[in-house]
């Protein structure tokens, strides 16, 4: 972790001494020392790094990466008050869903921890201060790399000598949580599984295997960011993300993870799909998602492979860009993920934030989790819904009404 000397040194450089900027390039810090600068200039740190540790000891138990690597992930310590309450979150990345496109991740950082960028911001749900962060500052708090392309459901014992691509996501999921519960989550009191996008399938997926494998006398709960992803139609009618999801099932062998529920009900590959087995998690979760994820919109709605013409490509890339016949189509999107939501019953241990922005992902970021211009839904911020609905001071089920009506989105605008 860089510390406010640091940064400051780190400012005050990029400011007098081009010679010592230099010499960071060289080293490597350039990319903190920017993202620092760029914070400071705003004169308020709403984000800093935290280095990167490898769980060398999940090797042996064949919880390893795409590539056979160790996982990683990025811890801060929590402190007085916190110290006995955990935030651990697992980080997202789209999927591979055939050796193909496994092949093509492994050796990138999202499949080898070789490859993964030394350190992460940590931000928002994860900031280390009350101001940014008045419910959870002060746990421990643990981001997860994303390495396995499964949204770490995988468990094949093979392995190909060929690829050597290893599906083993889920035993990443255990290992880590056995690690944890070495290193004092055993003792704890509170515990939060959280993701975001393929991490927040994680953390609906995964929720009650997170539960089962901590203390009984604990508080747990899960929270998924961006994770609801629907099973939808394409614009041109065609059936995309299912084939794409039953691959993944298929090729990670994530069906022993799925929820028994659901798959004596049906098939793995729609088990992947949270709207058909959200119903059975027994655990608390809280659920944020726009309803028009910009995500869900560019790969579920308007794929490539459904807008060969590329008619929907301005519009995937700032929504403001979108025609009237575009936006009636995001507004018959929104219905089905407000359809797809139904089997989400209204136990006030469940929560949710459904605002109507073009986005994807809000909890890891200042800017949506919490300041003064962040997205409000029933007047209330992220941040406050979710600390609120862990710490039972109010239950918050809300969903926004149809864009554009908020006005206090923050609209992804892609390049
Ligand atoms: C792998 O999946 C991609 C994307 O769905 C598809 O285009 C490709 O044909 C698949 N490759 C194989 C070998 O199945
Ligand atoms: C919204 O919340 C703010 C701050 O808590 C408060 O000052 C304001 O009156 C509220 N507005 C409405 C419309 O409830």
Same mark, same amino acid.
């Given at each position: 972790?860089?510390?406010?000397?640091?940064?400051?040194?780190?400012?005050?450089?990029?400011?007098?001494?081009?010679?010592?900027?230099?010499?960071?390039?060289?080293?490597?810090?350039?990319?903190?020392?920017?993202?620092?600068?760029?914070?400071?200039?705003?004169?308020?740190?709403?984000?800093?790094?935290?280095?990167?540790?490898?769980?060398?000891?999940?090797?042996?138990?064949?919880?390893?990466?795409?590539?056979?690597?160790?996982?990683?992930?990025?811890?801060?310590?929590?402190?007085?008050?916190?110290?006995?309450?955990?935030?651990?979150?697992?980080?997202?990345?789209?999927?591979?869903?055939?050796?193909?496109?496994?092949?093509?991740?492994?050796?990138?950082?999202?499949?080898?921890?070789?490859?993964?960028?030394?350190?992460?911001?940590?931000?928002?749900?994860?900031?280390?201060?009350?101001?940014?962060?008045?419910?959870?500052?002060?746990?421990?708090?643990?981001?997860?790399?994303?390495?396995?392309?499964?949204?770490?459901?995988?468990?094949?014992?093979?392995?190909?000598?060929?690829?050597?691509?290893?599906?083993?996501?889920?035993?990443?999921?255990?290992?880590?949580?056995?690690?944890?519960?070495?290193?004092?989550?055993?003792? +704890?009191?509170?515990?939060? &599984?959280? =993701?975001?996008?393929?991490?927040? *399938?994680?953390?609906?997926?995964?929720? %009650? /295997?997170?539960?089962?494998?901590?203390?009984?006398?604990?508080?747990?709960?899960?929270?998924?960011?961006?994770?609801?992803?629907?099973?939808?139609?394409?614009?041109?009618?065609?059936?995309?993300?299912?084939?794409?999801?039953?691959?993944?099932?298929?090729?990670?062998?994530?069906?022993?993870?799925?929820?028994?529920?659901?798959?004596?009900?049906?098939?793995?590959?729609?088990?992947?799909?949270?709207?058909?087995?959200?119903?059975?998690?027994?655990?608390?979760?809280?659920?944020?998602?726009?309803?028009?994820?910009?995500?869900?919109?560019?790969?579920?709605?308007?794929?490539?492979?459904?807008?060969?013409?590329?008619?929907?490509?301005?519009?995937?890339?700032?929504?403001?860009?979108?025609?009237? +016949?575009?936006?009636?189509? &995001?507004? =018959?999107?929104?219905?089905?993920? *407000?359809?797809?939501?139904?089997?989400? %019953? /209204?136990?006030?241990?469940?929560?949710?934030?459904?605002?109507?922005?073009?986005?994807?992902?809000?909890?890891?970021?200042?800017?949506?989790?919490?300041?003064?211009?962040?997205?409000?839904?029933?007047?209330?911020?992220?941040?406050?819904?979710?600390?609120?609905?862990?710490?039972?001071?109010?239950?918050?089920?809300?969903?926004?009404?149809?864009?554009?009506?908020?006005?206090?989105?923050?609209?992804?605008?892609?390049?």
């Amino acid at each position: 972790m860089l510390h406010k000397d640091d940064m400051l040194a780190c400012f005050l450089n990029q400011l007098f001494f081009s010679k010592a900027i230099e010499g960071m390039m060289r080293e490597g810090g350039r990319r903190v020392c920017i993202i620092l600068v760029g914070l400071l200039s705003l004169m308020s740190i709403e984000a800093y790094e935290v280095g990167l540790a490898f769980l060398d000891s999940a090797v042996a138990q064949g919880a390893v990466c795409l590539d056979g690597s160790a996982p990683a992930y990025h811890m801060d310590k929590g402190f007085g008050a916190g110290i006995d309450n955990w935030l651990v979150f697992f980080e997202g990345g789209g999927w591979c869903n055939n050796v193909t496109n496994c092949l093509a991740r492994r050796d990138t950082r999202l499949g080898s921890s070789k490859q993964m960028l030394t350190t992460e911001t940590f931000s928002g749900m994860f900031h280390n201060k009350p101001k940014y962060n008045p419910d959870f500052y002060d746990w421990n708090r643990i981001k997860v790399r994303y390495c396995d392309g499964a949204s770490f459901t995988g468990d094949v014992e093979e392995v190909d000598p060929k690829t050597n691509l290893h599906f083993r996501g889920a035993r990443i999921f255990r290992a880590v949580i056995e690690d944890l519960l070495a290193k004092g989550i055993k003792n +704890a009191k509170n515990a939060m &599984l959280v =993701g975001c996008s393929a991490g927040g *399938l994680t953390s609906i997926l995964q929720c %009650d /295997n997170f539960r089962s494998l901590l203390p009984a006398t604990m508080k747990v709960k899960c929270l998924s960011d961006a994770g609801f992803f629907i099973n939808a139609k394409t614009i041109i009618g065609t059936s995309h993300i299912e084939g794409f999801f039953a691959d993944v099932v298929k090729t990670h062998g994530s069906a022993k993870v799925l929820s028994p529920a659901c798959t004596s009900k049906m098939s793995p590959g729609l088990c992947f799909f949270p709207q058909n087995m959200i119903q059975y998690i027994e655990t608390p979760i809280f659920l944020i998602n726009a309803a028009y994820d910009s995500w869900q919109v560019k790969n579920i709605l308007a794929p490539g492979v459904a807008d060969r013409k590329g008619t929907w490509r301005e519009c995937k890339l700032d929504i403001t860009k979108c025609s009237s +016949a575009q936006l009636n189509i &995001l507004q =018959g999107y929104r219905q089905e993920f *407000l359809k797809a939501l139904t089997g989400f %019953d /209204n136990s006030p241990s469940r929560g949710m934030f459904i605002n109507s922005c073009y986005s994807h992902c809000q909890t890891g970021i200042q800017e949506t989790w919490l300041r003064n211009d962040s997205p409000l839904l029933g007047n209330t911020t992220i941040a406050k819904a979710v600390g609120d609905w862990y710490y039972e001071r109010s239950t918050f089920q809300k969903i926004d009404c149809p864009y554009p009506c908020d006005k206090t989105c923050h609209n992804r605008v892609f390049e």
